[in-house]
């Protein structure tokens, strides 16, 4: 008899682990996909096409709300958890509704789950969403690419479109982006790699993805995992980098699955250290002392810079920040925030006043974001929403602090103001040196 299996995902985990594991697996049935945290993914199906001989009709998708009606319906034995930056109360709740429906709650480690790379691998992952991941990339590709070494990036997947279309995708310039239709959340993450000249790849399919990145016509001496949310990689790393938030002090422990990675990690950085409570920093270095002594420690600010300051002094800002920061990250504060603060702003309007549509939708889902706005675009009716919501504002300026040109996507009338940020090491160790280290491990060569 096949097990019938339920995988409870988000858009990305859970194609992840049905594609390693359960596709061709025929001691299992995969009975169906459930959705959450991502808005108007439910009600589709995982395409034939990407499903393998097992599934020639595909596999339907649902939303979570309805999962324990599922279990019981579709006669479900097992229900695998496989999405991430959730409280340990929050999955265990599930794994009480999901028991209590009748079947098994189980979650799938690295084991069963990653792939093998025949190039040097790098993962950058991080315990929370919106502790600087995307920054630490960069730092690290910049350290790299100065070395003469040609890097490759994997994005953890963001598929909301069309996922046969989506199964493998190569970003090697802007144009790209509007060619793979791509959401303000992927272009916020796609955008900065091809601004500083390494191809990045995503999608669905990470065998297939991670093998074109291997053979990409640019050339590739070393795989960087760019990670989503607070996952652990896709892809075995050599050397895998987990980054910490001292804003959030005790979520390093507390959150499902980051402090995987901070428990494998072989680096933990320490971001936000110019911006973090003394005491919150203490306590996020002895919580990595306790889960993972092994681990080196770099600590780092995230330096701002503010094209013209002079529109936040002494004004009433609006600021827009990163989505998923605010969404599911749970953050209280992020970059333009801190810029706000720092460049001595009157007030920072509420714009909750101003939301419409999905913005206002969002809001709801979210009460607890205060007086900032997410800067949410996972479709064209949400983007136009975040473009309403910014116009009826009543302000005198906006601080941007999204990681792409925000007015690239949608028209801003009023005057702004774009926050950059950057991981800046304090001191030793830094990666310059650990770097060095893993080109010499790993016999690499500059190329000219």
Not at 85 to 111: C, E, I, P, R, W
């Amino acid at each position: 008899m096949k097990r019938k299996v339920i995988i409870i995902g988000a858009a990305g985990r859970d194609f992840h682990n049905f594609n390693t594991f359960f596709r061709d697996n025929a001691a299992y049935e995969v009975v169906a996909f459930t959705a959450a945290q991502i808005p108007d993914i439910a009600g589709r199906k995982y395409p034939a096409s990407l499903c393998g001989k097992l599934y020639p009709n595909g596999i339907p998708i649902y939303h979570q709300d309805e999962l324990q009606d599922l279990i019981v319906r579709l006669n479900a034995d097992e229900c695998v958890f496989s999405y991430s930056d959730v409280s340990y109360q929050t999955v265990m709740a599930l794994g009480a509704k999901v028991n209590a429906a009748g079947a098994d709650f189980s979650m799938m480690g690295h084991k069963n789950t990653t792939l093998k790379s025949t190039k040097p691998v790098i993962a950058v992952c991080a315990v929370r969403t919106g502790c600087g991941k995307s920054q630490t990339s960069r730092r690290i590709i910049e350290v790299l690419m100065a070395k003469g070494l040609r890097v490759i990036a994997l994005r953890h997947p963001m598929p909301y479109g069309d996922l046969e279309k989506q199964r493998v995708q190569r970003f090697a310039q802007i144009s790209d982006l509007k060619a793979h239709n791509c959401t303000i959340e992927e272009m916020e993450e796609y955008e900065p790699h091809i601004a500083r000249g390494n191809i990045i790849y995503a999608g669905v399919d990470y065998e297939a993805i991670l093998r074109a990145a291997e053979s990409d016509p640019s050339g590739c001496d070393v795989i960087l995992w760019d990670g989503g949310n607070n996952d652990f990689s896709f892809i075995k790393p050599d050397l895998l980098v987990t980054v910490t938030d001292p804003h959030r002090p005790g979520n390093e422990l507390s959150y499902y699955p980051g402090e995987i990675s901070l428990r494998m990690a072989d680096v933990a950085v320490i971001n936000k250290i110019d911006s973090a409570d003394k005491k919150d920093i203490e306590t996020l270095r002895k919580n990595i002392a306790f889960a993972n002594p092994r681990a080196t420690v770099i600590s780092a600010n995230s330096a701002l810079t503010v094209s013209n300051p002079d529109l936040i002094k002494g004004k009433r800002v609006l600021v827009i920040e990163d989505g998923p920061t605010l969404t599911h990250g749970d953050m209280k504060i992020g970059a333009g925030t801190v810029a706000a603060q720092r460049f001595g702003a009157k007030e920072l309007i509420d714009p909750r006043p101003f939301a419409v549509g999905k913005i206002k939708e969002t809001f709801q889902t979210y009460p607890k974001i205060g007086k900032l706005l997410p800067a949410m675009g996972y479709g064209a009716q949400q983007i136009a929403d975040l473009a309403a919501t910014v116009a009826r504002a009543d302000c005198d300026s906006v601080v941007i602090a999204t990681p792409i040109d925000l007015q690239r996507v949608i028209s801003i009338a009023k005057p702004s103001a774009r926050v950059e940020y950057a991981l800046e090491e304090i001191g030793k160790p830094n990666f310059e040196e650990l770097l060095t280290a893993f080109i010499k491990k790993h016999n690499l060569k500059a190329h000219v």
